[in-house]
């Protein structure tokens, strides 16, 4: 396999010239061909060049406007019935607004190229705004890397919509279904769930039972009491959200409701319904809630535990663990978020005092808990590839999933220093990005 440059010539017409290395090509009809880029088609003339290199095309320029490929690129080719297609055209949806992919989110998108040497083509980072389906177009910025230096940078152009979407961003629902039509769902993640959504997809699945906690969405202060006679502690947390921002955790004592709140603040101990109720609408407003059983997790300097297990699809298809980050809460804190970070072995093996074995065994029961869960998010009609579960080992061992990150950070490896984790990630995504394009990762390239 290997990558090919296009040229350009300044010929009249839709043309182009391949070379004599090819003996035949499939698809050709009276000497016209099929060539595609994204999703652009145009027909050309087709004509065999012996000045030409066997790693080179030659277009006209009318086939150049047609496709909207960017020259200075190299790219896989297909050859087949249907006629010639040049790829992979990856996106990266990044922005809501053209104005959000600035000069400096561009340089941290530098980070998705580490394998353009061996998929080539044509990778773009692009908005929601750039996005016009009526010319069947995007505004955006195209990665080149430089000749020699194998410098990375980006480059501002109008190109064709690409064959597979890595969204980073929720665009609007009919902008969604729209994108989703034009890639054939060959995007991920292809639809935002909230944590009550994600309840509903686990909680009735046998082989979850009993690794979920018991959740009720919040229509008023019964589920609260509802939950508490089933456990000591409970947790409201907002149905949509991140950084563990607006949780609170609930118990009751003494006729009392004890709410803890965010770090260091006296919690609130209310003792009628009445104004336990009025405590709560004030946390709550007008957002949507759950009310969460809480899990007693294996404590480190009586400070709570948890684990981020990134799971994500590469070049094969199928779900695998990337990384397992051990993330520790600061003092007082209700939540883990916010603390501090060390390796999963180093949590329990150094901290805990757990011997390899055990916790080799504990390793692989998340991740088999975890790519259960995988499988359940991925139905048919959506398409999902990268996911941080937030999950819980309690104080006797068992596995709790709590949630799924879509938007999850990949920078968390980095807050232990484990770089070669963080460019996995970046690098599963790419993979499976051109995997779901229908081309390669290379081996031996030119």
């Given at each position: 396999m290997m990558l090919y440059k296009l040229?350009?010539?300044?010929?009249?017409?839709?043309?182009?010239?391949?070379s004599q290395e090819i003996e035949t090509v499939k698809g050709e009809v009276n000497?016209?061909?099929?060539?595609?880029?994204?999703?652009?088609?145009?027909?050309?003339?087709?004509?065999?060049?012996?000045?030409?290199?066997?790693?080179?095309?030659?277009?006209?320029?009318?086939?150049?406007?047609?496709?909207?490929?960017?020259?200075n690129i190299k790219y896989q080719v297909r050859i087949n019935k249907e006629g010639i297609r040049f790829g992979p055209v990856l996106g990266l949806l990044m922005a809501k607004y053209k104005g959000g992919l600035t000069k400096g989110k561009l340089e941290l998108l530098n980070q998705y190229g580490n394998l353009y040497p061996i998929t080539g083509g044509l990778i773009m980072a692009f908005s929601v705004e750039g996005m016009d389906f009526d010319k069947g177009v995007i505004e955006g910025y195209a990665l080149k890397m430089g000749v020699g230096n194998g410098k990375l940078t980006w480059h501002k152009g109008i190109f064709p919509f690409p064959e597979a979407v890595y969204e980073r961003v929720n665009p609007p629902e009919d902008i969604r279904l729209k994108l989703k039509e034009v890639t054939d769902n060959r995007m991920f993640n292809s639809y935002y769930f909230d944590k009550w959504q994600f309840y509903n997809m686990m909680s009735?699945?046998?082989?979850?039972?009993?690794?979920?906690?018991?959740?009720?969405?919040?229509?008023?202060?019964?589920?609260?009491?509802?939950?508490?006679?089933?456990?000591?502690?409970?947790?409201?947390?907002?149905?949509?959200?991140?950084?563990?921002?607006?949780?609170?955790?609930?118990?009751?004592?003494?006729?009392?409701?004890?709410?803890?709140?965010?770090?260091?603040?006296?919690p609130e101990a209310p003792k009628s319904k009445d104004k336990a109720e009025s405590f709560i609408n004030r946390i709550i407003k007008s957002k949507g809630y759950i009310v969460q059983q809480a899990v007693?997790?294996?404590?480190?300097?009586?400070?709570?535990?948890?684990?981020?297990?990134?799971?994500?699809?590469?070049?094969?298809?199928?779900?695998?663990?990337?990384?397992?980050?051990?993330?520790?809460?600061?003092?007082?804190?209700?939540?883990?978020?916010?603390?501090?970070?060390?390796?999963?072995?180093?949590?329990?093996i150094k901290n805990l005092k757990l011997g390899k074995e055990r916790v080799n065994k504990i390793r692989k029961e998340i991740i088999e808990l975890c790519t259960k869960a995988c499988k359940l998010i991925d139905r048919e009609d959506e398409n999902y590839g990268d996911i941080g579960f937030d999950v819980i080992v309690d104080d006797k061992y068992k596995i709790w999933i709590l949630e799924a990150n879509k938007k999850h950070y990949h920078t968390v490896p980095l807050w232990i220093g484990d770089k070669k984790s963080f460019q996995s990630i970046k690098s599963n995504v790419m993979k499976y990005l051109t995997a779901l394009s229908g081309f390669d990762i290379l081996t031996g390239t030119n």
């Open positions: 040229l350009i010539c300044d010929e009249q017409g839709s043309k182009i010239y391949v000497g016209r061909i099929n060539l595609y880029a994204g999703n652009k088609r145009i027909s050309a003339d087709i004509i065999k060049d012996k000045n030409l290199n066997k790693d080179e095309f030659k277009i006209s320029r009318d086939v150049l406007k047609a496709l909207h490929l960017p020259l009735d699945a046998l082989e979850l039972k009993g690794h979920i906690p018991q959740t009720r969405y919040y229509s008023d202060f019964n589920d609260v009491d509802i939950m508490l006679q089933s456990f000591n502690s409970i947790y409201l947390k907002p149905a949509k959200g991140t950084l563990a921002r607006g949780i609170a955790s609930v118990s009751k004592l003494d006729g009392s409701y004890i709410f803890h709140l965010k770090q260091f603040i006296k007693i997790p294996l404590k480190v300097r009586d400070r709570n535990t948890s684990f981020r297990v990134i799971m994500q699809k590469d070049e094969t298809k199928k779900w695998g663990c990337t990384c397992i980050i051990a993330l520790i809460s600061g003092a007082g804190n209700i939540c883990s978020n916010w603390g501090d970070e060390m390796a999963f072995e180093d949590l329990l």
